[in-house]
Nanobody, 122 residues
Framework: QVQLVESGGGLVQAGGSLRLSCAAS????????MGWYRQAPGKQRELVAA???????NYADSVKGRFTISRDNAKNTVYLQMNSLKPEDTAVYYC????????????????WGQGTQVTVSS
């Protein structure tokens, strides 16, 4: 089994900071790309930030300059440092990863975390 578990969500005031963590566990051979998505009420899920195994990063325009994605390959963990938070950032944040399983290493398999709520008050 492979699973992703997010943590670090919560309630913060506008202008505050929060750091999300997502740890992958299970029968993992390697992890390729990892990323964070979010879904606000009444809206579609959107990509927030992504990072490849080589460290290449990509950000949504709405968070560029405020959020930073990073990863610790030794811990199979991806982080999202969120600064200068705005009420518009309120959403459920989901971790995503492309993982090569030990028992199925011919190709990567996509996994999702259960989501963590981030609420930014004005």
């Amino acid at each position: 089994q492979v699973q992703l578990v997010e943590s670090g969500g919560g309630l913060v005031q506008a202008g505050g900071s929060l750091r999300l963590s997502c740890a992958a566990s299970g029968s993992i051979f390697s992890i390729n790309s990892m990323g964070w998505y979010r879904q606000a009420p009444g809206k579609q899920r959107e990509l927030v930030a992504a990072i490849t195994s080589g460290g290449y990063t990509n950000y949504a325009d709405s968070v560029k300059g405020r959020f930073t994605i990073s990863r610790d390959n030794a811990k199979n963990t991806v982080y999202l440092q969120m600064n200068s938070l705005k009420p518009e950032d309120t959403a459920v944040y989901y971790c995503n990863a492309e993982i090569r399983r030990r028992d199925f290493y011919y190709r990567d398999t996509n996994y999702w975390g259960q989501g963590t709520q981030v609420t930014v008050s004005s």
